[in-house]
């Protein structure tokens, strides 16, 4: 990837680590950017390009955008553990804005559905978020603390999978089965998964581009949290599934029901096709 000038455009992206990095990153070296990436407790890529940073730690991630001088930094960088939440989310996303504004970098940073409240899907750009647990405000703040750069996009998306390395959300069901602990998969909430290589392929088109604002990218067939769980565990060869349940959310429980995202903008703004679940399963689709 070259700029005006014929040099190769620079990218930063934080939490190259997480599942969506570890396919990120290997796709935009072949595309051909000069790409940087971050790790903070492990790095399963093990690349030259890595760095170990705390996005936490405010000075350091400014030190490193200026010494890597990045034109677009995709954060991706974050946490699910309570206790992480705040200090991860939204301080790590305040340290990674300031620097990118300091640098002139555009900023891509990447949230999820879950900061709508799942009542009055779907949920288009403008829709204002109402998040119903930690979570989701968390990345419903971060994505205000983002808005401070000019040449920002909020990337909101759904569940990721991948056919050729497991998810983490699928992992952990699989693990669970093995183990001989019953795992409940609700029939009531709905989302639109996204195949990993329709997200990174997506994400290294908005890097290059000049959209800016909110953008939803997410796959274009909604399933509930059953329906796609039976399909990873079919596609993974699971039978062990004796203790596996299939049952409404619970009440009150914290969880947002539906959450289906319009994609109307994604699909008139980017080149690249947002399959749903059983296409990219069938095979009909290629990003390679």
């Known amino acids: 990837m070259s700029g005006p000038d014929g040099a190769a455009r620079r990218l930063l992206i934080t939490g190259g680590s ?64 309570s206790e992480d939440l705040t200090a991860v989310i939204e301080s790590g996303t305040r340290s990674v804005t300031a620097a990118a504004a300091a640098a002139g970098a555009r900023l891509l940073f990447m949230s999820t559905d879950v900061v709508f409240d799942g009542e009055n899907p779907p ?3 403008g829709d204002w978020p109402r998040p119903r647990h930690a979570y989701g405000r968390a990345k419903a703040a971060a994505e205000q603390i983002a808005a401070g750069v000019a040449n920002h996009l909020v ?23 093995e183990r001989g602990e019953t795992v409940t998969l609700f029939t009531d909430q709905m989302r639109n998964p996204v195949w990993v290589e329709t997200l990174a392929a997506a994400c290294l088109e908005l890097a290059a581009g000049e959209i800016t604002g909110i953008v939803h990218v997410a796959g274009e067939q909604v399933l509930s949290r059953a329906d796609f769980g039976q399909r990873l565990l ?42 749903g679940v059983d296409a990219v399963l069938a095979s009909e689709v290629s990003f390679k």
């Open 18 to 81: 997480s599942y969506l990095g570890q396919h990120l990153v290997p796709r935009a070296l072949a595309a051909g950017w000069q790409t940087t990436y971050t790790w903070f407790s492990g790095d399963p890529l093990r690349l030259a390009q890595g760095r170990q940073l705390d996005v936490r730690d405010g000075e350091a991630v400014a030190a490193l955008v200026r010494r890597e001088r990045p034109d677009c930094i995709i954060h991706l960088a974050g946490s699910n553990r």
């Open 155 to 177: 990337v909101r998306t759904s569940l990721i999978y991948g056919l050729e390395q497991i998810d983490r959300g699928t992992a952990w069901v699989i693990d669970a089965l």
């Open 123 to 125: 949920y288009a750009e």
């Open 234 to 275: 079919n596609w993974w060869g699971v039978e062990r599934r004796e203790n596996l349940r299939l049952a409404p959310t619970p009440a009150g429980a914290p969880w947002p029901l539906d959450t289906t995202l319009a994609l109307e903008r994604a699909n008139r703004l980017l080149r690249t096709p947002l399959p």
